[in-house]
């Protein structure tokens, strides 16, 4: 259990399909059942009890209004959020939430204020003393810093950071190696340069297979699969997926289990087999749907109902 709440901690986050919110400064339109208007919600954040949380509600908002039509709003509520997380901080909790506010200005277009809030993240990652959450804020900011279609664009950024991710994966402890290997992995195929992962992916493979519980074994082998499907080792990854999507498929806990097989529908797309990733999403929208708490079951069911319609579209 302690290895799985480890390894979902490093689980990339996916943008969440939130429900439509007013414009900037709206206080007259309302979400759905009464919600609160863009004004509520930033008073709201305003009144966290820290600033990362303050960061994370402002975010939130941010998103909201972007998916409403809001560019300029949900930039100025991106940028409080970015504001809070600037100043003197605990590095694991302000360097992961500066790299989550640099890819939404990223995709926003806003270069600027993403550049400087990776420069700071990657600044903070040095300081966390846990070489896996390090090299899981490492690779999430190198796979921002690559990302042609919503982040940066800049190659050389992503290279280094996505090195020194791999230095901090491979000086963890044997047990939690694979989970930081799967980090990094994500990391290079993100941002365009898994051919550049291929010293790491044989490690990740082998600590991969040496997993007992089976999300973390999902998402390890889904991970090494998807760099082999970017560097055209299709047959390579097909292997790979087989053992993760039995992996997956075994998991017990529902939370767990639509995690592990969004992870390995992700890499089958991305080795062409998408009939068989929007089978196994289907299975994950199930499983998505028995969770018991309400908003991680909102979360992993918008994130398995975001793929598959991308994936439709196909």
């Known amino acids: 259990m302690w290895l799985c709440q480890r390894f979902a901690a490093l689980t990339m986050i996916g943008a969440l399909l939130l429900a439509p919110a007013a414009g900037c400064g709206g206080t007259k339109k309302k979400g759905k059942k009464g919600g609160l208007t863009v004004a509520q919600q930033l008073e709201k954040a305003e009144k966290e009890s820290t600033p990362d949380r303050q960061a994370a509600a402002y975010l939130r908002v941010a998103r909201r209004q972007f998916s409403s039509g809001d560019k300029t709003g949900a930039k100025d509520s991106a940028k409080k959020a970015l504001d809070r997380v600037s100043g003197e901080g605990e590095a694991s909790q302000f360097a992961p939430r500066l790299v989550e ?3 939404f200005l990223a995709e926003t277009g806003d270069k600027k204020p993403a550049k400087d809030a990776l420069v700071k993240a990657v600044g903070l990652a040095a300081k966390i003393d846990d070489p896996v959450r ?3 804020v490492l690779a999430e900011a190198g796979g921002v810093y690559g990302d042609k279609a919503k982040g940066l664009g800049d190659g050389k950024a992503a290279r280094q950071a996505l090195s020194e991710a791999t230095k901090a994966a491979e000086a963890a402890d044997e047990r939690f190696r ?3 290997l799967a980090a990094v992995a994500l990391g290079y195929t993100r941002s365009g340069l898994a051919d550049a992962a291929s010293d790491m992916v044989g490690k990740l493979e082998e600590a991969a297979k040496g997993l007992e519980e089976p999300r973390a074994k999902a998402e390890a082998l889904a991970a090494a699969a998807n760099v082999k499907a970017q560097t055209g080792k299709k047959d390579d990854a097909a292997a790979l997926l087989a053992d993760a999507a039995a992996a997956a498929k075994s998991v017990e806990r529902a939370e767990s289990k639509a995690y592990a ?4 529908a992700t890499a089958l797309d991305a080795n062409g ?5 929007l089978a196994l999403l289907k299975e994950a929208d199930k499983a998505a749907n028995k969770v018991a708490e309400p908003d991680a079951m909102k979360t992993i069911v918008d994130k398995v109902r975001a793929l598959t319609l991308a994936l439709e579209k196909k």
């Open 134 to 136: 390090r090299a899981g």
């Open 261 to 264: 097989l969004l992870a390995v």
């Open 101 to 103: 506010v640099a890819a």
């Open 178 to 180: 694979a989970e930081a």
């Open 273 to 277: 087999a998408t009939k068989e990733a």
